[in-house]
């Protein structure tokens, strides 16, 4: 006699338990179905942890394509497990290169959301200051210090999901277009796809159609913008202006 798979035995217990615990009234076939669903959602989000590197922890960030809404809760959003580095070789190599406390914390920083994005997921500026054991405004200094440094746009869910007042990806990816960078080289410099650049890049161009006949807040309003954003694009275009003058002039 063939003695039952792991796999088997957990099945018919799950099986068991809607049946006998929870009044599920669905029939076999749907117990079975959702059974092996449970099993497969369990082994997708649990790592071995000897499998592990020394500095490395199992973490949930957010699911990189989740669409983000007004009610939509961080509990209803998908999820995946990614696992982070909180401490690298490559972390005393830049103490021993005479690195400070805050620059190697920011390499840190990077390092983590770039690898959850790596593993399609997203993580936010709170995930990696309780990793870190900082305050998230800490955490969101080093990020804007690291991407003024670096001239990159960091991967946390800001960017990524269009939430919160990150508007500095936006500002690059329209002085990205206003160089004449075509936009899949935009995309996969500023991490986005190819459709949010082109959304980014349209809204620029509603903009500049209504600047100069109507007040920032008239603009915001119009095109349902925040008033922000709006000032923020209306300084690209005062720049782009005022570049394109000076090129005249010396001319």
Sequence with gaps: MTAPTAGKGIESAIKH???DEYKFLGGERVQEMLAKDMIHLFRQYTRDPWNLEVGQTLWFAVDKDEKPGPAKTLA??????????????????????GC???????????????????QKGVSSQSDVSELLGVSAGTIGKDIREYQDE??????????????GPSLTHKKVIVTLFLQNVQTPDIARKT??????CDRYIKAFKRVK????????REISLTLDMS??????YIALIEEKKSLTEEVNDFS
Excluded: Q, W
């Excluded at 159609?209 to 920032?216: D, E, F, K, T, V």
């Design 209 to 216: 159609m209504l600047y100069g006949s109507m007040a920032p």
């Design 191 to 196: 991490c986005h796809t190819e459709e949010a």
């Design 100 to 118: 400070s406390h805050k620059e190697v914390r920011r390499f840190k920083v990077a390092r983590i959301l770039n690898e959850a994005f790596s």
């Design 76 to 97: 209803k959003m998908r999820v995946v497990p990614v696992v982070l580095s909180v401490t690298h070789d490559d972390d005393r190599t830049l103490r021993a290169n």
């Design 227 to 232: 008033e922000r954003l709006v000032n923020e």
């Design 150 to 163: 670096n001239a990159v746009i960091l991967p946390y869910r800001g960017t990524i999901h269009d939430i």
């Design 17 to 19: 338990l809607l049946t």
